[in-house]
Each structure stands twice: as C-alpha cells, then as structure tokens.
C-alpha cells in the first residue's frame, strides 16, 4: 500500500580531523587558533588535542564539511580526516589511564538526536 510518504533513508557520518601545525612563531600559533577556533564555529567537538569530530547526517553533508576544512586549512602543517560511518564509530573502546582529561570522558556534553 502506497501511503504517497517518501522514506528518507539516512546513514550518519562521523568526520574526523587531525592536524598536527607548527606554533614556533607568533603567526603559527595564530594559524593554529583560528584553525581550531574555525573547526569549533564549525560545529566540531575535540575529542583530544588536535583530534576533532563533526557528525553528518549522510556522505553529501560529510562531503561539504570536508570540502569546507580544507578551504580553510593553514597553509603550514598537516591536516587529515578521515569519514566513518557513526556504527564504526561507536564501538570505538575509550581507554584511558592514571591521566585525566576533560575532553569527551563524561556525558556531560553529550547530544542526542
């Protein structure tokens, strides 16, 4: 029976962004902030230092957003991302040890959709 709905099939994304930038000089560490500043306004959340992820809710949003970073990309140091889907990215195992860290350890600023 067709109820005349379209189903909309959608398959979140989760990109990951590492970056690894010089801070030797006054304008890397400027590059270095306004790239993490940029990534944050972004709606990206640091799960570890220098390590950033921004969920997506199919492979065209994901694709923006990476076609985004790399518009804004500093020109020194390197940039990677990596694009998972959100069930791999679930089984990922958090294991931490005598180190505490105030980055995505609690629930605190967790969001559910």
Known sequence: MNCGFIVMSYRFMRVIVFFDLPVETTEQRRNYNRFRKFL????FVMMQESVYTKLAPNASVSDAIQNHVREHRPSEGIVQM???????FSRMELLTGQYQTEVLDDDRG???L
């Open 110 to 112: 967790l969001v559910v």
């Open 82 to 88: 990596l694009t998972i889907t959100e069930k791999q």
């Open 40 to 43: 944050v306004k972004s709606g």
